[in-house]
């Protein structure tokens, strides 16, 4: 709920399970709410006993780092529904997307496997369905996604060959997104742009239907009516794909992220780090803000944005020089490139912003000498 003013959850009567309660996001304390947040929710409860109206496909497209991961998580705090992702990688198959088929292995024979494959097949087999396959391989050997999935494509091809039509028993595991689809999740669908197989475009887009079904091996689910589809995705820049035509117009509310307003960086920055100097803040908030630009305007692919500015300030709250940590948490970020160093450099000059920053900390450091000087009493009036 936000701030207790409006209540957006969407089926109040629904009963979820004591795993699908840990599911839920519970914002933090450092945790802001944003416009976005206040209008998607309010456009989604409004309209969400309208039919054909329903609003359950969201897209948030921006800038990195603008807040679109933490804007679906809060809608899942609000809704209260559970959040679950799923990161989209270039190679995705249509496995990645339903679900795969996997033959159980009888124990005698899993044991001639190595060791590493046992406790993965095991895991897998012991799960308990709540968890989809490439989630339990996360788990299991400490994975990302897109190694969880090429690892489920290799045990497919080991426990077909190990079974050797000799396996009684075949048991289907649904993906991530069939999970949320059926169960009725608030599913993140983080760069569906990459993905570069048309039928698996394909297949994402009909399962965002919204009253649609999955066609399954083992059988046809149906669209659960709380699931929710909030896709994020950085806005496309020369070089990479945008997203699927299809995919966009799937969607009933769309949301243009992009790198906050100074205020509100400066907000979630002490929210995040306790560092409360907001002069200080307002400097490194000015340098970002350039130096986002200016890379932008030259093509300089590297990302100056939040992430580097709380580690940033975290950095100077913690006594390091703001000058000389400008470079290893924000500039080097960006780009290692002499040339296109030297641009950055320019541009922080030319606004003045250098000299600002100095001064900044200049008199940071004066405030804590005397409130130092005060505290031992040296120095008082
Ligand atoms: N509303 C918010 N209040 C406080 N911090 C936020 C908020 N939104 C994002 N952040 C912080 O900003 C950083 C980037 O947010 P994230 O959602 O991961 O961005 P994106 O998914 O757009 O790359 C994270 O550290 C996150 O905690
Ligand atoms: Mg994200």
């Known amino acids: 709920m936000i701030e207790n003013e409006e209540n957006f959850l969407l089926s109040p009567a629904r009963q979820l399970t004591d795993e699908e309660k840990k599911l839920v996001w519970k914002k933090p304390v450092s945790h802001k709410v944003s416009e976005e947040e206040r209008r998607i929710s309010k456009e989604v409860k409004r309209n969400w006993h309208r039919g054909e109206m329903k609003i359950a496909n969201i897209l948030l497209e921006g800038d990195a780092g603008s807040g679109k991961t933490q804007l679906a998580k809060a809608l899942s705090a609000n809704f209260g529904l559970p959040y679950t992702k799923v990161t989209c990688f270039a190679d ?3 496995s990645d997307i339903i679900g795969a088929i996997l033959p159980v292995i009888p124990p005698e024979r899993l044991e001639e496997l190595e060791p590493v ?21 996360m788990d299991a050997l400490g994975m990302t996604q897109e190694q969880a999935a090429s690892k489920m494509k290799h045990l497919l091809k080991l426990a077909g060959e ?20 059926q169960k ?15 039928a ?64 509100v960086m400066i907000e979630r920055a002490m929210g995040k780090t306790g560092y409360q100097d907001e002069k200080v803040l307002s400097a490194l908030a000015d340098i970002i803000i350039i130096l986002d630009k200016t890379a ?14 709380f580690y940033w300030a975290d950095a100077v709250a913690n006594g390091a020089s703001a000058t000389e940590s400008l470079y290893h948490k924000v500039i080097y970020k960006i780009t290692t490139d002499s ?19 100095e001064e900044a900390q200049i008199e940071e450091k004066k405030n804590e000498t005397l409130a130092m000087q005060s505290k031992s009493g040296h120095g008082a009036i």
Do not use: W
């Not at 050797?164 to 048991?171: N, Q």
């Not at 698996?200 to 149906?222: K, Q």
């Open 184 to 198: 009725g999740y608030l599913l993140e669908i983080q760069e569906p742009n990459v993905i570069r197989d048309a």
């Open 200 to 263: 698996v475009l394909m297949a994402l887009n009909s399962a965002l239907e919204l009253d649609g079904s999955i066609n399954l091996p083992t059988e046809i689910i149906r669209r659960h009516p709380d699931f929710v589809a909030v896709i994020t995705t950085n806005r496309s820049y020369a070089g990479s794909r945008p997203l699927n035509e299809a995919l966009r117009d799937r969607v009933q509310h769309t949301e243009k992220m992009d790198l906050p307003t100074k205020e």
């Open 296 to 309: 932008r305007a030259n093509a300089i692919k590297g990302v100056a944005g939040m992430r580097s500015f």
């Open 117 to 137: 494959e046992q406790t993965v097949l095991k895991a897998v087999y012991e799960s308990d369905g709540f968890q989809s396959i490439t989630e339990v391989l």
């Open 339 to 357: 040339e296109e160093i030297a641009i950055l450099e320019e541009a922080l000059r030319n606004h003045g912003l250098l000299s600002s920053l």
């Open 92 to 94: 995705m198959d249509k």
């Open 162 to 181: 190990c079974a050797d039509g000799e396996a009684v028993e075949y048991r289907f595991y649904p993906s991530e997104i069939v999970r949320a689809y």
